[in-house]
């Protein structure tokens, strides 16, 4: 890994960036289904750092848990998830679906090319992330099994926030 310069000033801007754009709840969806927050970070810059990664997920945590108590009562159906992926940060994001069925579309992967399981054992993650005090947290963990023409990769992640567990008990 290449040692970052101005790490803490990187750190303060992309704070900086993720209260900015998660200071009010969106009143826009993609599709009529959802909005997300990606990490305004580079990849090579997350890639860069373990601390810097536990970093970043307490601040998505953070922000996440922020969106859910400024939920305005007009929009009481919306649901607020945090995507949270240990070898890919790049693609961890806050994630505000319109309603249930937008929420049941996203998570929904039961293809023969993607399948979304929940996994048991989501006390792992939680810990590699140092997510153990936030006990206010709603938190699963997923198995995201990928299958195309060469390879199959298995791949796990963390959802936070407003989850719906029933929906991946297959």
Known sequence: MKKQRGLARKVKNITSKMNENTQCFPTAFYNDEYYNYPLPVSRELLQSSKT????????????????????????????????????????????????????CSFYKRNTIFQQWLLFKNSEKLVTYFSLENHTDLQAMTIEERIVDAEEKQVNYFLVIGEVISELFNR
Do not use: G
């Open 52 to 103: 810097l990664q536990i970093q970043i997920a307490h601040l998505l945590v953070e922000r996440t848990l922020h969106l859910i108590h400024i939920k305005p009562d007009n929009q009481q159906e919306a649901l607020v998830t945090l995507l949270l992926k240990p070898n890919d940060m790049w693609n961890s994001q806050i994630v505000v679906h319109k309603n249930k069925e937008s929420y």
